[in-house]
C-alpha cells in the first residue's frame, strides 16, 4: 500500500522519493480494516505530513558502478499554515553491473526520473485534505539473463561473468511511465468519531523486450507492452468510545490491464498473446475491539467481498512477427478465441483476544481467513484443452465450455492461526516478540509456463492450476537489546537487533497433471525454511550531532524456485553482510557510507527453465547423445538473475 492505495498490478513504483513516516507490516491475511483483501500480508508506506514551517531537504549519493542520486524534497506553509505546498524530484542513476555482448548496453543499470506534489489543507483541527500526485519515467535497459547451459545446438559457451549476457532482442526498448493522483480527506465530526475518504486512479505504461535464452538468435524472444489502469475509492467510518473502538468501511476497485507479447522462436514461428483482463471489486468490512477491563480486550471483524474479473483472450500464430511488434502478415493458426467472465464472493472473518497483566507483557491469540480471487490464465492455448465435459470435442474443436474450464481457475483461501507474546523486560533494555502460526490454504494457485507442441507447431503456454492443500507452520522471533550505555564515552549506547524465522511449508494434496497425487514430491517455491538477521549498532552524540555505526548480517536458508527441483537454478541458503557509518554533524547537516552485500556473494534472484525434466525427481531428460531436451526453442533454456553484487555508497544530505 502507498498511502493507504493497493496498486493492483505495480509495474514501476519508485518509494526512494518519498518522505516515509513509517513503514507498517502487517502478517496474515488482512482485509478487515482496509483497502483490498490480502492474503498472506501487508506492506504499507506512510509517507509524513508536510512541516508546518518553510523547509527544504537535499540528499545526493555516489557510489560503485557510477551510482549517482539526486533528491530534492520541500515544503512551504500557506495562510497561517492552513494550506501548504510541498514537493519532491528524483533522479536514480547507476551504470550496469555488466554488460550484453550483443548490443553493447549496459546489465543491470538505472534510469529512472521521478516526481511528487503535494497538496495539504486543514482549516482547523477536526478537518484534514491531502492531493498528492506521482510521476515515475523509468528508462532502465532490459534486464538480461545468464545461461547456465551452452547452447544446445549452437554450443555457445557459459559466460564467466553471471551479470554479463547476449541477448539479441532490443526492441521494443525498455521504456516504463507510471502516474497516479489520490484525495484524502478525514474530518471529525464529533470527539468519539471519524470519518475517512480515499479516492485514487493510478495509471502505467511499459514496453519490455524478454530475451529467455539469452543469446543473439531468435530463439525464445519475447518483446512485450503492459497498460493498466485502476480506479478506487474507499470510505471509513472510526468509533472511539470508552473501552470500545472500531471501524466500518467499504471499498471499490474498477481496474483493468492489457497484455499484449510475442513469443519468437526458430524458424520466424510466432505466437502472438492478446489480453484485456477487468477487475470489479466490492467489499464491506468492518473490525471492533472492546477492553473487558484492564487486562482483557476481544477483537471480532469480518470482510464481505465480491469479485468480477472479465477476460479477452487472443492467441494467433504468425510467420515473423505480429501486427503489434511491426509484421504485416495474418496469423497461419488461431489457437485461441475466448471472452469469459468468473465471479466470486466470500465472507472472511477474523477474531483475537489479548491479555495483558501489566504494562510490559502481552499475550494473543487470533484466528483469521483471507482469500485471493480466480481468474483465467492469459497464456493459456485454447486448442490445447482436452474434452473435459465428455462430449467428445475438446478445445481444438472449438468446445467453449472445455476452453473455459481448461484456462480458468478457482479462488484460493486460507484459514491461519496464531499465538504469540510480546514483553518490554529490563526497564525496556530489552523488547521482545515472539508468534507462532499455523495456516491452512485450500486450492493453491499454482503459476507456471511450458513448451508444448500444438497442430504441429512448437509453443509457450501458461499453466496456472489450483494445488488443493497446503500448510505452513512457523515460528518468529524478533527483538531489540540496549547492550551498554554509556560506552566509551557518555552517551554511547551500544544495541543489538535480530529476527529469526522458520517455516514448515509443504503440500498436503497436489493433483498433477497425469492425475496422480505427487504432494509429497513438490515444494512450496520461494519459500526457505530459515530466515534471520541481526543488526549490531552503536550510537554516540557528537558536539551537536551523533555518530551512527552499524552492521547487518541477514540468512536466507535454501530455497527452489518451482515447485519441482530445478538443479543449477534453486538457491542453496547464503548469508549476505552490509554496513553503514552515518555522521548527523547537526540538524543541517549528515553524511554517511553505506555497503551492501560486502563480500560479494553471488546469488539467483529469479530465473527461467524450459529444459524437460523428470515430473517426479526434477532430473533433467537427456537424449540419446546425453544432451538436455528443450521443450521451447532450440537451444534451451535455463537463465538465471542475480541479486546486486557488492556496492558501497557515499551519501550527504542537507536539510533547512
Same mark, same amino acid.
Given at each position: 500500500y502507498l498511502d493507504d492505495v493497493y496498486p493492483n498490478r505495480p509495474h514501476a513504483a519508485v518509494l526512494d522519493i518519498y518522505d516515509v513516516e513509517r513503514?507498517?507490516? =502487517?502478517?496474515?491475511?488482512? /482485509?478487515?480494516?482496509?483497502?483490498?483483501?490480502?492474503?498472506?500480508?501487508?506492506?504499507?508506506?506512510?509517507?509524513?505530513?508536510?512541516?508546518? #514551517?518553510?523547509? =527544504? %531537504?537535499?540528499?545526493?549519493?555516489? /557510489?560503485?558502478?557510477?551510482?549517482?542520486?539526486? #533528491? &530534492?524534497?520541500?515544503?512551504?506553509?500557506?495562510? @497561517?499554515?492552513?494550506?501548504?505546498?510541498?514537493?519532491?524530484?528524483?533522479?536514480?542513476?547507476? @551504470?550496469? *553491473?555488466? $554488460?550484453?555482448?550483443?548490443?553493447?548496453?549496459?546489465?543491470?543499470?538505472?534510469?529512472i526520473w521521478a516526481?511528487?506534489? %503535494?497538496?495539504?489543507?486543514?482549516?482547523?483541527?477536526?478537518?484534514?485534505?491531502?492531493?498528492?500526485?506521482?510521476? $515515475?519515467?523509468?528508462r532502465t535497459n532490459a534486464r538480461g539473463g545468464h545461461r547456465l547451459i551452452p547452447g544446445l545446438v549452437s554450443r555457445i559457451p557459459v559466460l564467466a561473468n553471471v551479470f554479463d549476457t547476449r541477448g539479441g532482442l532490443n526492441s521494443p526498448r525498455q521504456d516504463v511511465v507510471a502516474w497516479g493522483i489520490t484525495g484524502f480527506g478525514e474530518v471529525h465530526p464529533a470527539d468519539w468519531l471519524t470519518f475517512r475518504s480515499i479516492t485514487s486512479y493510478r495509471q502505467d505504461d511499459?514496453?519490455?523486450?524478454?530475451?529467455?535464452?539469452?543469446?543473439?538468435?531468435v530463439d525464445v524472444d519475447v518483446p512485450a507492452f503492459y497498460n493498466n489502469n485502476q480506479f478506487s475509492q474507499e470510505i471509513q467510518f472510526l468509533v472511539e468510545t470508552g473501552g470500545f473502538n472500531g471501524l466500518i468501511g467499504a471499498y471499490y476497485l474498477d481496474a483493468g490491464s492489457r497484455t499484449v507479447f510475442d513469443v519468437r522462436l526458430p524458424g520466424t514461428v510466432t505466437a502472438l498473446t492478446f489480453v484485456n483482463v477487468r477487475t470489479d471489486t466490492v467489499a464491506v468490512f468492518g473490525g471492533f475491539t472492546y477492553d473487558l477491563n484492564d487486562i482483557f480486550s476481544v477483537s471480532a471483524g469480518g470482510r464481505y467481498t465480491w469479485d468480477n474479473r472479465r477476460s479477452q483472450i487472443q492467441r494467433n500464430v504468425f510467420l515473423g512477427a505480429s501486427p503489434f511488434f511491426g509484421g504485416t502478415t495474418n496469423p497461419i493458426v488461431r489457437q485461441t478465441d475466448f471472452r469469459g467472465t468468473l465471479n466470486f464472493k466470500q465472507f472472511t472473518p477474523r477474531v483475537s483476544v489479548s491479555f495483558k497483566p501489566n504494562a510490559n507483557n502481552t499475550l494473543y491469540a487470533s484466528y483469521a481467513e483471507g482469500f485471493k480471487g480466480g481468474g483465467f490464465d492469459p497464456r493459456g492455448v485454447g486448442t490445447a484443452a482436452p474434452d473435459l465435459n465428455g462430449n467428445g470435442r475438446g478445445g481444438a474443436l472449438g468446445d467453449q465450455d472445455d476452453i473455459f474450464n481448461f484456462l480458468s481457475f478457482d479462488p484460493e483461501?486460507?484459514?491461519?492461526?496464531?499465538?504469540?507474546?510480546? !514483553?518490554?523486560? *529490563?526497564?525496556?533494555? =530489552?523488547?521482545?516478540?515472539?508468534?507462532?502460526?499455523?495456516? @491452512?490454504?485450500?486450492?493453491?494457485?499454482?503459476?507456471?509456463?511450458?513448451?508444448?507442441?500444438?497442430?504441429?507447431?512448437?509453443? *509457450?503456454?501458461?499453466?496456472?492450476?489450483?494445488a488443493g492443500l497446503a500448510q505452513i507452520r512457523g515460528i518468529e522471533f524478533e527483538g531489540n537489546a540496549l547492550l551498554a550505555k554509556n560506552f566509551g564515552t557518555p552517551g554511547g549506547r551500544?544495541?543489538? !537487533?535480530?529476527?529469526?524465522?522458520?517455516?514448515?511449508?509443504?503440500?498436503?494434496?497436489?493433483?498433477?497433471?497425469?492425475?496422480?497425487?505427487? &504432494?509429497?514430491?513438490r515444494a512450496v517455491q520461494n519459500t526457505p525454511d530459515w530466515t534471520a538477521s541481526a543488526t549490531l549498532g552503536y550510537d554516540v552524540p557528537i558536539n551537536d550531532g551523533s555518530l551512527n555505526l552499524g552492521a547487518t548480517v541477514s540468512y536466507r536458508g535454501d530455497s527452489q524456485q518451482f515447485e519441482i527441483p530445478t538443479a543449477m537454478l534453486d538457491q542453496p541458503g547464503f548469508a549476505l553482510f552490509d554496513a553503514n557509518a552515518v555522521w548527523t554533524i547537526n540538524k543541517t547537516f549528515s553524511v554517511g557510507?553505506?555497503?551492501?552485500? =560486502? *563480500? @560479494?556473494?553471488?546469488?539467483?534472484?529469479?530465473?527461467?527453465?524450459?529444459?524437460?525434466?523428470?515430473?517426479?525427481?526434477?532430473?533433467?531428460?537427456?537424449? &540419446?547423445a546425453g544432451n538436455f531436451i528443450s521443450t521451447l526453442g532450440a537451444d534451451g533454456v535455463l537463465t538465471a538473475y542475480y541479486g546486486n553484487p557488492r556496492q558501497v555508497t557515499l551519501t550527504a544530505q542537507v536539510k533547512f
Open positions: 513503514i507498517e507490516v =502487517l502478517r496474515g491475511p488482512q /482485509g478487515t480494516l482496509y483497502g483490498r483483501n490480502t492474503i498472506g500480508g501487508a506492506i504499507k508506506y506512510v509517507t509524513k505530513r508536510l512541516a508546518d #514551517v518553510p523547509s =527544504l %531537504t537535499l540528499r545526493g549519493s555516489y /557510489g560503485s558502478y557510477n551510482q549517482a542520486d539526486g #533528491v &530534492a524534497s520541500g515544503s512551504v506553509p500557506l495562510w @497561517d499554515g492552513k494550506v501548504k505546498l510541498g514537493g519532491a524530484i528524483a533522479r536514480l542513476s547507476r @551504470d550496469g *553491473f555488466g $554488460t550484453n555482448l550483443t548490443t553493447g548496453e549496459e546489465n543491470y543499470n538505472k534510469d516526481g511528487r506534489g %503535494t497538496l495539504e489543507i486543514e482549516p482547523s483541527s477536526d478537518a484534514f485534505f491531502r492531493v498528492t500526485g506521482d510521476y $515515475t519515467h523509468d511499459s514496453a519490455t523486450p524478454i530475451d529467455f535464452d539469452a543469446l543473439p538468435a483461501d486460507v484459514r491461519t492461526y496464531e499465538i504469540g507474546y510480546k !514483553a518490554s523486560l *529490563f526497564d525496556r533494555r =530489552l523488547n521482545i516478540a515472539f508468534s507462532a502460526f499455523h495456516s @491452512d490454504y485450500r486450492n493453491v494457485q499454482i503459476p507456471g509456463s511450458v513448451g508444448i507442441v500444438v497442430g504441429g507447431i512448437q509453443t *509457450f503456454a501458461g499453466i496456472t492450476t489450483n551500544v544495541n543489538l !537487533a535480530w529476527t529469526v524465522g522458520y517455516l514448515d511449508a509443504k503440500y498436503k494434496s497436489y493433483i498433477d497433471s497425469r492425475g496422480l497425487q505427487v &504432494a509429497n514430491r557510507l553505506h555497503g551492501r552485500n =560486502l *563480500f @560479494d556473494k553471488r546469488y539467483i534472484a529469479a530465473g527461467y527453465n524450459f529444459l524437460s525434466q523428470n515430473a517426479d525427481t526434477g532430473v533433467f531428460n537427456r537424449n &540419446a
